[in-house]
């Protein structure tokens, strides 16, 4: 059974820098891609960064570029999304999603950036 459990976010103020992580389970995490994806009230879920299997490649939605850095641990089955110099709109839920077929996300995280 695929698991994706997310943690790490919280409130913040702008400049500020959270760390969000993915525990993945329930299959071969070193096989599959990895992606993190937002979505703010109103608006629909956007992908924010992507890695491949082994690291080697990154992606990332230009409105991030610079600020976010997506990375894994192959060994502990973690991905995860360091955050730096928020901004407002920023503010979302934060979700990972396990490439490949299917359509496996996490439950989610709340990321708050505000003053």
């Known amino acids: 059974q695929v698991q994706l459990v997310e943690s790490g976010g919280g409130l913040v103020q702008p400049g500020g820098s959270l760390r969000l992580s993915c525990a993945a389970s329930g299959f071969f995490f070193s096989r599959y891609s990895m992606s993190w994806y937002r979505q703010a009230p109103g608006k629909e879920r956007e992908l924010v960064a992507g890695i491949t299997s082994d690291g080697g490649i990154t992606n990332y939605a230009d409105f991030v570029k610079g600020r976010f850095t997506i990375s894994r641990d192959n060994a502990k089955n973690l991905v995860a999304l360091q955050m730096n110099s928020l901004k407002p709109e920023d503010t979302a839920v934060y979700y990972c999603?396990?490439?490949?077929?299917?359509?496996?996300w996490g439950q989610g995280t709340q990321v708050t950036v505000s003053s």
């Open positions: 999603k396990r490439g490949g077929l299917g359509a496996y």
